[in-house]
């Protein structure tokens, strides 16, 4: 079973932006695409730890705000040739309010 707690309404998060939720789990980047869709990531990059929730996101990915490392939003993953994995949240939208489970999800290469 999962714990889903209500962290925003979708309309407080800009399109092509991301707002920062902190939790006993650690900040928590929200991110809205252009298209609607929202996904949670750390809000730590895997390269240096630069706030992912700065970044400009663009499609499904967001650009770290320090060296412009492109991390997948729907995985957390790096995009080659960088390597690494920012943890992700699930993340649902329910008639306009945002929530979101402190629960990571895997990816293969989460380290």
Do not use: Y
């Amino acid at each position: 079973m999962t714990d889903w707690i209500e962290v925003a309404h979708l309309d407080d998060i800009p399109r092509q932006g991301a707002r920062v939720v902190k939790t006993a789990a650690g900040e928590i980047a929200v991110f809205r695409t252009v298209d609607d869709e929202v996904f949670a990531l750390r809000d730590r990059c895997p390269h240096k730890g630069g706030p992912l929730s700065q970044g400009i996101v663009h499609g499904k990915k967001v650009a770290c705000p320090l060296h412009d490392w492109k991390i997948n939003l729907d995985s957390g993953l790096a995009v080659a040739p960088d390597v690494g994995c920012a943890a992700r949240f699930p993340v649902r939208v329910v008639e306009g309010r945002v929530s979101l489970s402190l629960t990571t999800e895997t990816t293969s290469t989460d380290r």
